[in-house]
């Protein structure tokens, strides 16, 4: 699995890629707004940071300009991935867009028809919110069981899995054993993925117990 990092914040994405597990990163205009920069500058500058795909979002709503604003973003830099909704108009969109070679991740995907039109628009990744679906009582989870198993029915179906709305580890692991190909993560849960306390408990054992070997 592919693990991107969900945030607009470059000190977060830093640290990630410091740590050398960081495939990818989405952004969204929330996430933007929350950065307090200008958009260009703080993509221009995750570009920089990361070797691999960087999701930037359009905030067009028809095709035409959705399809102007994925051509501008998409001559920034080679590693944008141009972020477009899942509307009619967007999966127009989309087909264009892909059809030029440039990668396009569909979002707001809520359920399995809708991940299958946007296989059909040519996706490069299909993004689930699963804590959105969870925070009303439905099941996120049931709904990458449902896209994984049904992409799976069609090889020519190329469209990666992308669970967006990450809200807890369990949320990645459990992915992942789905087979979805891509867990985009908030940064206090990449960190929260690392801990366990009998990892802290074993570790401060060991240096105990290396205090009593006798030295050379
Ligand atoms: C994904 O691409 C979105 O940016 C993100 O995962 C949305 O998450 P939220 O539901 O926590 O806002």
Known sequence: MKFFIDTADTSEIRTAAQLGILDGVTTNPSLIAKSGRPFKEVILEICELVD??????????????????????????????VKIPLTPDGLKACKTLTDEGIGVNVTLCFSTNQALLAARAGATYISPFIGRLDDLGQSGMDLI????????????????????????PRHVAESALLGAHVATIPFNIID???????????LEKFLKDWEKVPQA
């Open 145 to 168: 069981e449902e896209i994984v198993a049904a992409y799976a029915n069609y090889p020519n179906i190329h469209t990666q899995v992308l669970v967006a709305s990450i809200r807890h």
């Open 52 to 81: 691999g795909p960087v999701s930037a979002e359009v905030t067009a709503t028809d095709t035409e300009g959705m399809i102007r604003e994925g051509r501008e973003f998409a001559s920034w830099a080679d590693n944008i991935v």
């Open 192 to 202: 929260k993925m690392f801990q366990h306390p009998l990892t802290d408990i074993g």
